[in-house]
């Protein structure tokens, strides 16, 4: 099965920047859309951002303009560029598919925005 390993992830303070990377086990972008997901303590489970298989991106509205999503299929990763951080973008994050789990949900790659 597909393997997803999440990293970039600590702690930076309000208004900084940061990279997260998604590790695929193969070469999968061209077939499946892919989407980061957030879930903060006490909240569900939410995609922040998601890009088709055909490249087409979106985000959610609290991040619209703050994030971008990227793939390097060459190289088999997915990023999510988060620049103005905020305390509230304080969350687990994870990479998984759009519209099919692929794998298992993993241990994802820990954000924490504070001074």
């Known amino acids: 099965q597909v393997q997803l390993v999440e990293s970039g992830g600590g702690l930076v303070q309000p208004g900084g920047s940061l990279t997260l990377s998604c590790a695929a086990s193969?070469?999968?972008?061209?077939?499946?859309?892919m989407g980061w997901y957030r879930q903060a303590p006490g909240k569900q489970r939410e995609l922040v951002a998601g890009?088709?298989?055909?490249?087409?991106?979106d985000y959610a509205d609290s991040v619209k303009g703050q994030f971008t999503i990227a793939r390097d299929s060459a190289k088999n990763t997915l990023y999510l560029l988060m620049n103005s951080l905020k305390p509230e973008d304080t969350a687990v994050y994870y990479c998984?598919?759009?519209?099919?789990?692929?794998?298992?949900w993993g241990q994802g790659t820990q954000v924490t925005v504070s001074s």
């Open positions: 998984n598919g759009l519209l099919t789990t692929l794998g298992s």
């Open positions: 890009i088709t298989s055909g490249g087409s991106t």
């Open positions: 193969g070469s999968i972008f061209s077939i499946y859309g």
